[in-house]
């Protein structure tokens, strides 16, 4: 009777090591299948996304350029600015100064006039 035991559990034995042997045949195959499909799906994803980056890579030195420019900019109108700021001060300071010159002119011409008027009517009278 133990000789029948025996002879069911090798029996088992060898099916289960054939079907675990078929199992790591299949087992391989689709490895291989999924690695060929990965390799053939990823290489071109991975050159695009090279390209992509290249792309991106190619914008932002764009926008960095372009926002130099625009600080440069920015710091020309700032000094623009300053410029005309100083230039009206000048024509301030120099109207101020007109003014002045003008109104002591006339107070010059108002008492050289009326010293002159004063002294031709007093030579008259006397």
């Known amino acids: ?6 002879g069911i559990i090798v029996s088992a034995v060898v099916v ?8 790591i045949i299949e087992l391989r195959k689709t490895v291989r299948s999924l690695r060929d499909t990965i390799e053939n799906s990823l290489n071109p994803t991975l ?4 390209e ?3 792309s991106i890579r190619n914008i932002t030195d764009n926008v960095t350029d372009i926002t130099s ?3 440069t900019l920015s710091g ?3 000094d623009a600015g300053q410029n005309i700021k100083h230039v009206g001060s000048l024509i301030e300071n120099i109207t101020s100064a007109t003014a002045v010159t003008a109104s002591g002119l006339k107070a010059g011409i108002s008492a050289a006039m009326g010293v002159i008027l004063k002294n031709l009517f007093s ?3 006397g």
């Open 52 to 54: 992509t980056l290249k």
């Open 47 to 50: 050159g695009e996304v090279q």
């Open 1 to 6: 009777m133990n000789t029948i035991w025996v």
């Open 16 to 23: 289960l090591t054939g079907v675990l042997v078929l199992l």
């Open 123 to 125: 030579r008259k009278g």
């Open 76 to 78: 020309n109108v700032r």
């Open 69 to 71: 420019d625009v600080k």
